[in-house]
């Protein structure tokens, strides 16, 4: 999709959180990375400790997990659990709506977006399996054809790399550094009646 945008010159440059496979770079071009993912699963919490290692992972032989139907991530996990029965899904939504009905006991994707879906989901954790951590480079898909842009783009990524810029929005919305909590608005209800805490 973003491929066929980036080449009819319709879009100059496709967001967010887009990972850099091979197939991918075949069809685009990429900035440079700005952030790595890492490769995780989703899992129900009475799961975690099945999932914590690859060898725990080759244990459990033909469990049937979500993934994104990306090859890249497919060939990342099978390479070290090649057991395990893929069921490959096309976007977030679906997976996050197969977490809503409880369909997959464990989904493969990236941790920093599954630490959202387990916000949402609390039946499940994220669990990054060892020793091998697998990290999946993040970039801006670019239009072949505009060299200029790319060079612009990749400047613009090294300048915000090196001012903090990255770290420090990786650590807010990611890690959720300096979180500040919200003080509930004025309300008649609670602040005069006391009807309620």
Known sequence: MFAALLASGRVDLGMSGIAVTPERAREMLFSEPYLDETLAFVVKDHLRDQ???????????????????????????????????????????????????ETFDAVAMAAESGSVLTLLYPKYTVVVPEP??????????????????????????????RDGTIDALYGHWILGKHAVKQEPRWSVIRDRLHWVD
């Open 132 to 161: 091998e951590i697998v990290k999946i480079p993040l970039a801006y898909p670019l239009s072949k054809r505009d060299q200029d842009w790319a060079q612009f783009v990749n400047t613009w990524i090294e300048l915000k790399r």
């Open 51 to 101: 999932f914590s290692t690859w060898a725990e992972i080759r244990g459990l032989g033909a469990f049937p997990v979500g993934i994104p139907n990306l090859p890249y991530y497919v060939d990342k996990v099978r390479m070290r659990a090649p057991a395990l029965k893929f069921a490959p899904m096309d976007s977030v939504s679906q997976i996050e709506a197969n977490l809503k009905q």
